[in-house]
């Protein structure tokens, strides 16, 4: 099997995996309970937050453990437009979010607030003339995501944040971080809330993060008792937790290495579909090695995985959560609705191997001329 | 060019004879603070230069320092060429965000030829030319520049720097002994404390079985949260269960909090002597419990002749918890572990207590031997700022 779909989710290592497994069997305390069995699995929570809050040089009181990324996006937003309504009515979001993020503004809409979405420059990055032009009075916030899942174009936060206080102050930059945390380096002192995922960097499924900046206000999104946070009351999944936290350890280990390991494998992959005909490679100088897309122009997308699937090769089309649809930030980016509807997605992680991408372009150009013949059969 | 911090002091500067003491105080704080990034210190009466390449880490250290008015950020370079100043003033003026400004030169290397004024004047036209849309202003500038010509070195800043803690350099003043407990207050009042320049230790009651582990670790937390301020931190554990199970056992409830409260003051004072501090902090608030109303706190205070310092007394609990949040100690603060002030707690426990009935319930009970031993058996943990606790290494 060759597994190149890693943005997509990741399998738990074993690692993880072990301690998952010990922390289930050895703490069976409920974290909020006040009982020596309690106070020890709080004890051990403690320390896993603490880890994580030292990882990213931030307060442990500033991070909530969500059940997804996708959680952590609505609390973000919804939480935060809800806690802030006064201030505004109007957020802005880039026309490269993950579909999460444009499902939860379509709610907003709804509830009367106003979006609008900001253009990216063909490089992919946000378009700052268009950001500054797009800012009020009543910008309560704006969101970015740290990396795109699609195209992988890596965003400068810090800056994007600059531009936005400078002229709201009021303003809050939110990040979906989902595809950067583990793979390049981040900080969360460049924005105001975050979302960082835990099955992305070979962590358990069923967690996230929200991080959010001690200054802000956000509004809860479920209620219920359990002091360990206001926003996500209920009692805290410790092993999930553990795994969650040793992953990121591990996943924030060596990470220059590891990216420019990565970088190569990209650089083999690029220069084989250079060759190829009818390949066209989505990728800017923005784009980190972790994620390749390209466009098959005269082959269905979908049909091309269906035949990797049979030799046991995993990709994607775009993204695991938009399958079927057209790429939206290959749209964004080219602007070319045929590129947009032939995109697939390779993505790579540290612990693919260099035989792996031997092997994956042997079963690649082998399938990718078989539909190519039978297409050109077809077409007579 | 290299960054370097500059550290303006406040208060301190009003001092005459002993300001040495107080910059060489200030300097050795901060040395502490950076103990782990390479760094020099050079001081004069008007200012402290901080060489480092760890500049961002410094900085955010340095933040918790007390003593500071302001902290800048200064540019360096050798090149004393007077073009070569301008270029620099200019690439640095470029990055700020200004309509009016004006230049201000010193100049400490006397020989160097061209005089203060007119060196102001000079880059102060030079910027003019270069920048569309600037105005001087000498009165009122938003931007002031600054151009230090020193032996060896020109320093460029301006008047952008960032709000010091305030307050005297910790120890300064000498030392205290803030009576610590798991509540919001105390910490706030250790940290006020410190902020004038007292050397903190902390005295914690410890209770088992009635209290927690979880309590005594609770306080150890939140002394490690005063250590960013204070540096290393002595904490007294008095072992307190005797003393308080006699109290319930032989005086009448409605008292229960004044004696005990008065066996905790005459400890407190025994360690302080002990420990060569010449004060109590802690956090009573005017009026807060019982305990803490005027009368009370006389009764109270009758048990012993040191001074105590209520930092808080005056602060509305709101305000206290403003304070708690900036300084960190909050969210511990409010993890619900219950110290041995507020198990056992009666339902009406006297406000106006009476002296003289005190005098006589503490007849009942041979206290002065319960509090020698306790005082005996008394544990000293040492808190310090860099050292975490390193735990569950095999599931993180």
Same mark, same amino acid.
């Given at each position: 099997?060759?597994?190149?779909?890693?943005?997509?989710?990741?399998?738990?290592?074993?690692?993880?995996?072990?301690?998952?497994?010990?922390?289930?069997?050895?703490?069976?305390?409920?974290?909020?309970?006040?009982?020596?069995?309690?106070?020890?699995?709080?004890?051990?929570?403690?320390?896993?937050?603490?880890?994580?809050?030292?990882?990213?040089?931030?307060?442990?009181?500033?991070?909530?453990?969500?059940?997804?990324?996708?959680?952590?996006?609505?609390?973000?937003?919804?939480?935060?437009?809800?806690?802030?309504?006064?201030? @505004?009515?109007?957020?802005?979001?880039?026309?490269?979010?993950?579909?999460?993020?444009?499902?939860?503004?379509?709610?907003?809409?709804?509830? @009367?607030?106003?979006?609008?979405?900001?253009?990216?420059?063909?490089?992919?990055?946000?378009?700052?003339?268009?950001?500054?032009?797009?800012?009020?009075?009543?910008?309560?916030?704006?969101?970015?995501?740290?990396?795109?899942?699609?195209?992988?174009?890596?965003?400068?936060?810090?800056?994007?944040?600059?531009?936005?206080?400078?002229?709201?102050?009021?303003?809050?930059?939110?990040?979906?971080?989902?595809?950067?945390?583990?793979?390049?380096?981040?900080?969360?002192?460049?924005?105001?809330?975050?979302?960082?995922?835990?099955?992305?960097?070979?962590?358990?499924?069923?967690?996230?993060?929200?991080?959010?900046?001690?200054?802000?206000?956000?509004?809860?999104?479920?209620?219920?008792?359990?002091?360990?946070?206001?926003?996500?009351?209920?009692?805290?999944?410790?092993?999930?937790?553990?795994? %969650?936290?040793?992953?990121?350890?591990?996943?924030?280990?060596?990470?220059?290495?590891?990216?420019?390991?990565?970088?190569?494998?990209?650089?083999?992959?690029?220069?084989? %579909?250079?060759?190829? *005909?009818?390949?066209?490679?989505?990728?800017?100088?923005?784009?980190?090695?972790?994620?390749?897309?390209?466009?098959?122009?005269?082959?269905?997308?979908?049909?091309?995985?269906?035949?990797? *699937?049979?030799?046991?090769?995993?990709?994607?089309?775009?993204?695991?959560?938009?399958?079927?649809?057209?790429?939206?930030?290959?749209?964004?980016?080219?602007?070319?609705?045929?590129?947009?509807?032939?995109?697939?997605?390779?993505?790579?992680?540290?612990?693919?191997?260099?035989?792996?991408?031997?092997?994956?372009?042997?079963? %690649?150009?082998?399938?990718?001329?078989?539909?190519?013949?039978?297409?050109?059969?077809?077409?007579? | 060019?290299?960054?370097?911090?500059?550290?303006?002091?406040?208060?301190?500067?009003?001092?005459?004879?002993?300001?040495?003491?107080?910059?060489?105080?200030?300097?050795?704080?901060?040395?502490?603070?950076?103990?782990?990034?390479?760094?020099?210190?050079?001081?004069?009466?008007?200012?402290?230069?901080?060489?480092?390449?760890?500049?961002?880490?410094?900085?955010?250290?340095?933040?918790?320092?007390?003593?500071?008015?302001?902290?800048?950020?200064?540019?360096?370079?050798?090149?004393?060429?007077?073009?070569?100043?301008?270029?620099?003033?200019?690439?640095?003026?470029?990055?700020?965000?200004?309509?009016?400004?004006?230049?201000?030169?010193?100049?400490?290397?006397?020989?160097?030829?061209?005089?203060?004024?007119?060196?102001?004047?000079?880059?102060?036209?030079?910027?003019?030319?270069?920048?569309?849309?600037?105005?001087?202003?000498?009165?009122?500038?938003?931007?002031?520049?600054?151009?230090?010509?020193?032996?060896?070195?020109?320093?460029?800043?301006?008047?952008?720097?960032?709000?010091?803690?305030?307050?005297?350099?910790?120890?300064?003043?000498?030392?205290?002994?803030?009576?610590?407990?798991?509540?919001?207050?105390?910490?706030?009042?250790?940290?006020?404390?410190?902020?004038?320049?007292?050397?903190?230790?902390?005295?914690?009651?410890?209770?088992?079985?009635?209290?927690?582990?979880?309590?005594?670790?609770?306080?150890?937390?939140?002394?490690?949260?005063?250590?960013?301020?204070?540096?290393?931190?002595?904490?007294?554990?008095?072992?307190?269960?005797?003393?308080?199970?006699?109290?319930?056992?032989?005086?009448?409830?409605?008292?229960?909090?004044?004696?005990?409260?008065?066996?905790?003051?005459?400890?407190?004072?025994?360690?302080?002597?002990?420990?060569?501090?010449?004060?109590?902090?802690?956090?009573?608030?005017?009026?807060?419990?019982?305990?803490?109303?005027?009368?009370?706190?006389?009764?109270?205070?009758?048990?012993?002749?040191?001074?105590?310092?209520?930092?808080?007394?005056?602060?509305?609990?709101?305000?206290?918890?403003?304070?708690?949040?900036?300084?960190?100690?909050?969210?511990?603060?409010?993890?619900?572990?219950?110290?041995?002030?507020?198990?056992?707690?009666?339902?009406?426990?006297?406000?106006?207590?009476?002296?003289?009935?005190?005098?006589?319930?503490?007849?009942?009970?041979?206290?002065?031997?319960?509090?020698?031993?306790?005082?005996?058996?008394?544990?000293?943990?040492?808190?310090?700022?860099?050292?975490?606790?390193?735990?569950?290494?095999?599931?993180?």
């Amino acid at each position: 099997m060759i597994y190149l779909d890693y943005s997509a989710t990741t399998p738990v290592s074993l690692e993880v995996l072990d301690v998952m497994n010990k922390t289930t069997k050895d703490f069976i305390g409920n974290a909020n309970s006040l009982n020596a069995l309690g106070l020890k699995s709080k004890d051990l929570m403690n320390s896993a937050t603490k880890q994580i809050a030292n990882l990213f040089s931030v307060l442990e009181s500033e991070l909530t453990y969500t059940s997804s990324s996708t959680e952590s996006n609505n609390l973000a937003l919804i939480g935060y437009a809800l806690a802030n309504y006064k201030k @505004g009515k109007h957020l802005i979001v880039s026309k490269l979010e993950h579909p999460s993020i444009y499902a939860i503004c379509d709610y907003l809409v709804t509830l @009367g607030f106003e979006i609008s979405y900001v253009n990216n420059d063909s490089d992919g990055l946000i378009d700052f003339e268009h950001l500054k032009k797009l800012m009020r009075e009543d910008t309560i916030l704006v969101s970015v995501c740290a990396v795109n899942s699609e195209v992988g174009v890596r965003q400068p936060l810090k800056m994007i944040r600059q531009i936005i206080k400078k002229i709201n102050s009021n303003t809050v930059l939110h990040s979906d971080m989902t595809q950067a945390i583990g793979k390049t380096s981040i900080s969360l002192h460049d924005v105001d809330m975050a979302s960082i995922s835990s099955h992305k960097i070979f962590g358990p499924k069923g967690i996230a993060l929200f991080y959010k900046n001690s200054q802000i206000t956000v509004k809860p999104l479920i209620y219920g008792s359990g002091k360990s946070n206001e926003l996500k009351p209920g009692t805290p999944p410790l092993p999930l937790i553990v795994g %969650f936290s040793k992953a990121l350890r591990l996943a924030t280990d060596d990470l220059e290495k590891k990216e420019k390991y990565i970088g190569l494998l990209n650089d083999r992959l690029c220069k084989k %579909f250079a060759t190829m *005909d009818g390949i066209l490679i989505n990728k800017t100088k923005y784009s980190i090695p972790h994620i390749l897309n390209i466009s098959l122009m005269n082959v269905k997308p979908e049909t091309f995985i269906r035949a990797l *699937d049979n030799d046991a090769v995993y990709i994607s089309t775009n993204t695991a959560c938009s399958s079927g649809e057209l790429s939206s930030s290959v749209m964004a980016i080219y602007n070319d609705l045929k590129r947009a509807t032939h995109t697939i997605r390779i993505s790579l992680a540290s612990i693919t191997t260099s035989e792996e991408i031997t092997k994956f372009i042997e079963i %690649f150009e082998k399938n990718y001329h078989m539909l190519n013949t039978l297409l050109a059969k077809e077409e007579k | 060019m290299k960054k370097v911090i500059i550290i303006k002091y406040g208060e301190l500067s009003t001092k005459s004879d002993n300001i040495n003491f107080f910059l060489k105080t200030l300097k050795n704080n901060i040395d502490k603070k950076l103990s782990n990034i390479e760094h020099e210190i050079k001081y004069d009466y008007g200012r402290m230069l901080i060489y480092t390449d760890d500049f961002e880490n410094s900085v955010d250290k340095i933040k918790e320092v007390f003593g500071i008015h302001e902290i800048v950020i200064g540019y360096l370079f050798k090149e004393k060429d007077i073009d070569f100043i301008n270029e620099k003033a200019l690439e640095l003026a470029k990055e700020k965000d200004f309509s009016t400004f004006k230049v201000e030169t010193k100049r400490s290397d006397k020989k160097y030829p061209i005089k203060s004024p007119e060196v102001s004047r000079i880059v102060g036209a030079y910027i003019l030319k270069n920048l569309n849309g600037k105005k001087v202003d000498v009165h009122n500038p938003e931007l002031i520049i600054n151009v230090e010509i020193r032996l060896g070195e020109v320093l460029v800043y301006f008047n952008d720097g960032e709000k010091g803690l305030g307050g005297y350099p910790t120890s300064s003043m000498g030392k205290g002994l803030l009576m610590l407990s798991g509540g919001i207050d105390s910490p706030v009042a250790g940290y006020l404390a410190i902020k004038r320049g007292v050397k903190i230790e902390a005295i914690y009651f410890d209770s088992p079985p009635h209290t927690s582990q979880m309590a005594l670790k609770k306080v150890k937390d939140l002394a490690k949260i005063l250590t960013k301020y204070n540096g290393e931190i002595r904490l007294h554990v008095i072992n307190f269960t005797k003393i308080q199970e006699e109290i319930i056992k032989n005086i009448p409830n409605y008292y229960l909090i004044t004696i005990m409260r008065r066996m905790m003051y005459q400890i407190s004072a025994l360690v302080a002597s002990n420990v060569n501090a010449h004060v109590i902090i802690n956090g009573e608030s005017i009026g807060q419990v019982a305990s803490q109303t005027l009368k009370s706190m006389q009764v109270i205070n009758e048990a012993i002749r040191m001074p105590v310092i209520r930092p808080v007394c005056t602060y509305d609990k709101l305000e206290i918890i403003d304070l708690a949040k900036k300084i960190g100690t909050y969210e511990t603060s409010i993890e619900p572990y219950e110290d041995c002030c507020t198990i056992f707690v009666p339902d009406h426990p006297v406000i106006y207590p009476d002296l003289n009935l005190v005098y006589e319930y503490e007849k009942l009970v041979d206290f002065k031997t319960l509090m020698f031993e306790a005082i005996k058996s008394h544990q000293v943990i040492l808190i310090n700022e860099n050292d975490d606790e390193k735990k569950y290494e095999d599931l993180l």
